[in-house]
């Protein structure tokens, strides 16, 4: 699976939409990109998937370039409840078992 | 609350012994991960299981097993404790076993090993 460059940490204001960007330069064809987030030690939980159209849903959206290389996972009115750590993973379709989370992105709103 | 049930949610033990973290799969579910949570170490994949077979295998240590059940549910075994085992392990599944469209964790079990 190709590796993920993220931020270590960001911070966001309350209401304001936040932008967590994704390094993937060594993407390949049939990877998809997975986005889940952590707060403080629960399991982590997922947000969003995609190939290489954009997707949204009612967590979130997320852009991915069209060289496919980067994407951002858009939160577009954070809370105080957002505050977590953010982790992008690309992966093949059959390789689910071997999702690399990597360190992450922390992730602080504040009010 | 995901649906995905993990016991007990919190484990202290010595070294040496053995120890059973059980997981339930979200209904419907067919497929288990667990995966291992060290201050270290960050997520690290253990073990994957499909409808009762083993799928996919990661970083899992001799000294740990596991299994997926007929009525799906899991357990990981983890035998002759050290320090280092001290960890959250995670329990997460999907309706099929590629996870393509993600999976849900449970709350994990926090386990302490003195």
């Known amino acids: 699976d190709a590796k993920t460059t993220q931020p270590t940490s960001m911070d966001c204001a309350e209401g304001r939409a936040a932008n967590l960007p994704c390094n993937h330069s060594t993407i390949s064809g049939n990877e998809y990109v997975y986005w889940y987030r952590q707060i403080h030690s629960q399991g982590p939980q997922y947000i969003i998937h995609?190939?290489?159209n954009n997707e949204t849903n009612e967590m979130a959206s997320l852009i991915i370039t069209e060289d496919r290389k980067s994407s951002t996972l858009i939160l577009p009115h954070a809370t105080l409840r957002d505050t977590a750590v953010y982790y992008c993973?690309?992966?093949?379709?059959?390789?689910?078992?071997?999702?690399?989370f990597g360190d992450g992105t922390t992730l602080t709103v504040k009010p | 609350d995901s649906g995905v049930t993990q016991t007990p949610k919190h484990l202290i033990t010595a070294t040496g012994q053995r120890v059973t973290l059980r997981c339930s799969p979200r209904s419907g579910d067919l497929s288990v991960y667990w995966y291992q949570q060290s201050l270290d170490q960050g997520l690290q994949f253990l073990i994957q299981?499909?409808?009762?077979?083993?799928?996919a295998k990661g970083n899992i240590l001799e000294r740990f097993s596991a299994q997926q059940f007929p009525d799906l549910h899991s357990e990981l075994n983890l035998s002759s404790l050290e320090l280092g085992d001290s960890a959250l392990y995670f329990c997460?599944?999907?309706?099929?076993?590629?996870?393509?469209?993600?999976?849900?964790f449970g709350s994990g079990t926090r386990l302490t090993v003195v």
């Open positions: 299981y499909y409808n009762g077979e083993e799928r």
């Open positions: 995609g190939l290489k």
């Open positions: 993973i690309v992966r093949v379709a059959n390789n689910a078992g071997k999702s690399t």
């Open positions: 997460a599944s999907s309706v099929e076993g590629r996870g393509i469209y993600g999976y849900t």
